[in-house]
């Protein structure tokens, strides 16, 4: 007989899990700068509708494709399309998702390290030494992220931590590494809000943050909002699909979605509001807005009060919010092995684990570290430069977008209504109009809007 497949032991364990992949670097370093480079206001304003009109619909689809099918990536589009229009053809959405898996995380972890480094210097006082010298800080940096040998040490490092929790399994592993990393997470973010509410810029960043001056966006700036809310809510990829084929039959799809869509908008505001009260507490040019996490903000954290454990404590919450998102990121990749070639978890994880630890140091060493793989560029765009940034550009701007289209497409056009209504009721009682509204807006409102970035990026728009 078949193993049982393992489950969360309860609501709150799927939702901290989810959550917790969802809540990354996503919401901690990538929003709050381009955020800032869009000018605020109008960008987040269009980044909530996103969430709420495309992110919070895929977030249902993903869950229900995994949950109704009890399999990874590749084996819920096998066991759900079977008998139907495309038939196996659709099992190649699930196998864009678990290359996309293996090729976020080989970089993702390599920024990930950074965070350990980070932590050690604060709490060591050098980084306290190095803030008082913005100059040295970002030589600093700049000598960090080119030597080969440290970028590939703590992307080890990252790797090594997040396949020790991985290898232990849904529930002694994932699920009780979310339940201690995510209450700690939550309680350190609300302790640098309320901090921030003291400081001298906090009035600035809100009217920053929430006055929207709409001729302030571009156009591109729009579709880096849609294409952004893929990546925060780890969405087009299959990492919501395979948590939820562990969760329960007895918990509402739609609750936990929306719950989960909620926490990871409110971390990334946080994020927000945290840098830039700070920021504009000081009259402080912000030279490279993709650095500000590790070049700007240790140099404000130690103009303030407490400077040496504020930033301690910051880093640490970016690293535990960082390991829940590659747990994620390493299970999609890991549950494929285990069901479809059949090996059981620990080759699984391990041998995936090692394989993606062995192709991130092509990204580690492409920071500046190796000459030939940090300048090619297949792109073309200075964004796009080194192993690093050709493997981002090409995640973000196409394959999950594309994974996200076609799973809403799956969901919408292919599952019957019937199939999708029974699994979205069940655990959460008749659903009413808002089956309806949902069914809208993942059938045409969604492959609306995420085939209008496809195509802007077929036509070139600039858009990173
Ligand atoms: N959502 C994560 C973040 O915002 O950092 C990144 C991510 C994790 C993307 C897992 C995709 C994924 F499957």
Not at 40 to 52: D, E, N, P, R, S
Not at 392 to 417: E, K
Request: hydrophobic share 50%.
């Amino acid at each position: 007989m078949a193993k049982e497949r393992a489950q969360w032991t309860g609501r709150l364990g799927f939702v901290l899990a989810a959550a917790g992949s969802a809540i990354g670097l996503g919401n901690l370093w990538k929003f709050p700068y381009i955020t800032y480079e869009n000018n605020g206001g109008a960008f987040v304003l269009v980044y909530l509708g996103a969430i709420a009109l495309v992110g919070v619909p895929i977030m249902v689809a993903e869950i229900v494709l995994g949950r109704r099918s009890q399999k990874n990536a590749v084996g819920a589009f096998r066991v759900l399309a079977q008998g139907k229009a495309g038939g196996q053809l659709w099992r190649g959405v699930g196998f864009l998702g678990v290359m996309t898996g293996f090729v976020i995380l080989s970089y993702y972890s390599v920024i990930a390290g950074w965070t350990i480094r980070y932590i050690l210097m604060a709490v060591s006082g050098e980084l306290g030494g190095l803030a008082h010298h913005p100059a040295d800080l970002q030589a600093f940096f700049g000598e960090f992220l080119s030597n080969p040998y440290q970028q590939i040490l703590f992307h080890s490092l990252f790797m090594g931590a997040t396949i020790g929790i991985v290898y232990f399994g849904v529930g002694r592993g994932i699920e009780r590494a979310a339940k201690l990393l995510m209450p700690v997470l939550l309680t350190i973010l609300a302790m640098l809000v309320i901090y921030s509410f003291w400081t001298p810029g906090f009035g600035e960043a809100m009217r920053f943050l929430f006055r929207p001056n709409f001729s302030e966006l571009s156009a591109s700036g729009v579709l880096e909002a849609l294409g952004h809310s893929f990546f925060t809510l780890s969405l087009g990829m299959g990492a919501m699909l395979t948590y939820g084929s562990y969760m329960r039959k007895r918990d509402s799809i739609p609750r936990a979605a929306l719950t989960i869509c909620a926490l990871d908008t409110i971390i990334a505001i946080s994020a927000c509001i945290i840098m830039f009260s700070i920021i504009f507490s000081f009259d402080f040019e912000v030279t490279k807005s993709s650095t500000i996490l590790f070049t700007t903000l240790p140099v404000v954290f130690f103009q303030l009060p407490g400077g040496a454990f504020v930033s301690a404590l910051f880093y640490v919450l970016v690293a535990f919010a960082a390991l829940t998102s590659t747990i994620s990121l390493l299970e999609v990749v890991s549950s494929y092995a285990i069901d479809e070639l059949g090996w059981p978890r620990r080759r699984a994880t391990l041998t995936m684990g090692a394989a993606i630890l062995a192709f991130g140091t092509l990204s580690a060493v492409s920071m500046g570290g190796n000459a030939a793989l940090s300048n090619i560029n297949f792109i073309g765009r200075p964004s796009t430069a080194g192993v690093f940034g050709t493997l981002d550009y090409l995640a973000s701007n196409w394959f999950l977008p594309v994974g996200g289209l076609l799973i809403a497409l799956f969901t919408g056009w292919i599952l019957s209504r019937d199939e999708t209504r029974e699994e979205l009721e069940e655990g959460n009682g008749p659903l009413g109009w808002k089956f309806s509204l949902w069914r809208f807006l993942i059938r045409v409102a969604a492959p609306a809007a995420v085939g209008a970035i496809i195509v802007s990026v077929i036509l070139g728009a600039e858009y990173q």
